[in-house]
């Protein structure tokens, strides 16, 4: 009987496969509050949306996520352009957000990635209900955001 | 005992769109005008400020070589360069709008009183990492963007949700799958 318990590499591949399962939730209602079942045996391919999730429960973290954008409207200036005739007036906005209990544990100048959203800097690590904690966006690069997910300016 | 130093000269790297050509004068107007934080000028501690790890800084630097000439770039390379070097350690988190959410009901999962929760990878690419603890319940918001449209019958699939619920079932016929190979 204790070759039951062997660890063996079938097991270890089907516990690193477990770690991967994604839950899938099959809707029951949508007027008046969504409402679903969850289904543990579904098949996660067939569903179209993929999306992340948070539980509302107490003990969430409130986040405030701030973007910046260029300074300048203009990608270079010429000669005889007035730079004042090209200041972007909207280079920053911050969202009001709700993340993982986890996320009290960062301190300052972490780098994490809020998925489906983006990469942050903890710019100020949560403190308490009314300072909650601060993140920069950081840019990736890209001209899109990693999702649907957009933020309120355009992607850097 | 000798030190042994090395002294990279580099040559200036314009950048588009932040202000390398401008004057003291129209440097003194923004600063003025928009104090409120740093991490939007194009110094190096403006881009620290906006999450440039220090190591893919240095390997840009170098990788740009000790030329003296002087180039104009985009931002796009220097950032996607970053987001190479962050993205190794990075640890992944889950968080929700919190204005424009849904409040999504599931009959089958326990209320937040149980304090459920599921044990997942802090980074999907790197085990060494450690795991995260993340909370479940009956309960959940989603993106208000995500659930649009939405209709019954719909299979929809959250994220990470480990499938906990299947486990002990499933664990029982891999042990006897297992007793058979025995």
Redesign the interface.
């Known amino acids: 009987m204790s070759?039951?318990f062997?660890i063996?590499p079938?097991?270890i591949l089907?516990r690193m496969l477990?770690?991967?399962?994604?839950?899938?939730?099959?809707?029951?209602?949508?007027d008046g509050?969504?409402?679903?079942?969850?289904?543990?045996?579904?098949?996660?391919r067939?569903?179209?949306?993929?999306?992340?999730?948070?539980?509302?429960?107490?003990?969430?973290t409130?986040?405030i996520?701030t973007e910046?954008?260029?300074?300048?409207s203009?990608?270079?200036?010429d000669e005889d352009d007035k730079?004042?005739d090209f200041?972007n007036p909207n280079?920053?906005a911050s969202?009001?957000?709700?993340?993982?209990?986890?996320?009290k544990s960062l301190a300052k100048d972490?780098?994490?990635?809020?998925?489906?959203?983006g990469?942050?800097?903890v710019?100020r690590p949560y403190i308490g209900p009314d300072k909650p904690l601060s993140l920069?966006?950081?840019?990736?690069?890209?001209?899109k955001a990693m999702s649907?997910?957009a933020g309120k300016l355009a992607h850097? | 005992m000798s030190l042994v130093g090395m002294m990279v000269r580099f040559g200036s790297r314009k950048y588009?769109?932040?202000?390398v050509?401008?004057t003291t004068r129209?440097l003194f107007?923004?600063y003025s005008n928009?104090l409120?934080?740093l991490?939007?000028?194009p110094t190096v501690r403006g881009v620290v400020?906006?999450?440039?790890?220090i190591k893919a800084l240095r390997e840009f630097m170098y990788s740009q070589g000790a030329s003296r000439r002087v180039v104009?770039m985009?931002?796009?390379?220097?950032?996607?360069?970053?987001?190479k070097e962050?993205?190794k350690?990075?640890?992944?988190?889950?968080?929700?709008?919190?204005?424009q959410?849904?409040?999504?009901?599931?009959?089958?999962?326990p209320s937040?009183e149980d304090h459920a929760y599921i044990e997942?990878?802090v980074h999907?690419k790197d085990p060494s990492l450690g795991t995260?603890?993340?909370?479940?319940?009956n309960?959940?918001?989603?993106?208000a963007?995500?659930?649009e449209g939405?209709?019954?019958?719909?299979?929809?699939?959250?994220?990470?949700?480990?499938?906990y619920?299947?486990?002990s079932s499933?664990l029982f016929c891999?042990?006897y799958?297992?007793?058979r190979?025995?």
């Open positions: 070759c039951i062997r063996s079938v097991l089907y477990c770690c991967f399962y994604i839950g899938v939730v099959k809707i029951t209602k949508v509050g969504l409402e679903g079942t969850y289904v543990p045996e579904g098949d996660f067939a569903a179209k949306r993929k999306i992340s999730w948070i539980a509302k429960v107490a003990n969430a409130p986040l996520l910046f954008d260029n300074l300048i203009k990608d270079k200036l730079f004042e200041i280079t920053m969202t009001k957000a709700v993340g993982d209990a986890g996320l972490d780098v994490i990635q809020l998925e489906r959203r990469y942050f800097r710019d920069y966006m950081v840019p990736d690069g890209k001209s649907g997910l850097r | 588009c769109n932040p202000f050509i401008l129209s107007l923004f928009l409120s934080t991490a939007r000028f400020r906006r999450g440039i790890d104009n985009v931002w796009n390379t220097f950032w996607a360069e970053n987001k962050i993205d350690k990075a640890k992944r988190f889950m968080a929700i709008d919190g204005q959410h849904a409040v999504l009901n599931i009959s089958n999962c937040e997942t990878q999907p995260r603890l993340i909370r479940t319940s309960k959940v918001l989603l993106e963007v995500d659930v939405i209709e019954v019958g719909e299979d929809i699939v959250l994220l990470r949700w480990g499938a619920i299947a486990f499933s891999l042990a799958f297992e007793f190979r025995c």
